[in-house]
């Protein structure tokens, strides 16, 4: 099995930083990488797929790159309304499985 | 506009069985496979499972082979999950979602269901 490790588990970070969250792959995968946002008692928002592709709606100062083993989202600024937890999640073509990171809880400093 | 709208919270005792609802509303129901995410209290998403609403074929995680059950029906657009010999360590969120984009992420969510398991 393809194992996902995310890292930093957690950060803390001021307004108008960049901050970097990166997902490992234990072996090469395909661009089949997506990110999610969950805030505080909310649902998941989907906010990149397809490794870089950022989903409607989403501001543009979040960004995914990445490639074989190594993926990481980007939030270019750090906003306050940016407090949540980050996942990152895999799917797996043969068997078909989704599988997330263990989570980023991103802070205000 | 589509909609996953999950049937309310429930209160389980150990050993028997949770069946949850999620009706969509918004896309064909068919044209989507079904997920279902389970999230223990201050823990992380972890994907159960899914079913295709098209012909009724299911995947699910090897843990909980065995005693996950997710079903479609086409006449009322309602996914259902079942959850059987529950123990505490099943007390979580429950959510489905689906991937109306690319099949590979969940861009569309329900509400969640919260099921406790105490005796």
């Known amino acids: 099995d393809i194992q996902m490790t995310q890292s930093p588990s957690s950060l803390s970070a001021s307004v108008g930083d960049r901050v970097t969250i990166t997902c490992r792959a234990s072996q090469g995968i395909n661009n089949y990488l997506a990110w999610y946002q969950q805030k505080p008692g909310k649902v998941p928002k989907l906010l990149i797929y397809t490794a870089s592709t950022l989903q409607s709606g989403v501001p543009s100062r979040f960004s995914g790159s990445g490639s074989g083993t190594d993926f990481t989202l980007t939030i270019s600024s750090l906003q306050p309304e940016d407090v949540a937890t980050y996942y990152c999640?895999?799917?797996?073509?043969?068997?078909?499985?989704?599988?997330f990171g263990q989570g980023t809880k991103v802070e205000i400093k | 506009e589509v909609q996953l709208v999950q049937s309310g919270a429930e209160v389980k005792k150990p050993g028997t069985t949770v069946k949850i609802s999620c009706k969509v509303s918004?896309?064909?129901?068919?044209?989507?496979?079904m997920h279902w995410v389970q999230q223990a209290p201050g823990k992380g998403l972890e994907w159960m499972g899914f079913?295709?609403?098209?012909?009724?074929?299911?995947e699910y995680l090897e843990k909980f082979q065995g005693r996950v059950t997710i079903i479609a029906d086409t006449s009322t657009d309602t996914a259902y999950m079942e959850l059987s010999s529950l123990r505490s360590e099943d007390t979580a969120v429950y959510y489905c979602?689906?991937?109306?984009?690319?099949?590979?992420?969940?861009?569309?969510w329900g509400q969640g269901t919260l099921v406790t398991v105490s005796s």
């Open positions: 999640q895999y799917y797996n073509s043969a068997p078909r499985t989704w599988t």
């Open positions: 918004g896309y064909t129901f068919t044209d989507y496979y």
């Open positions: 079913v295709d609403p098209e012909d009724g074929e299911t």
């Open positions: 979602a689906t991937a109306t984009g690319n099949p590979d992420s969940f861009d569309y």
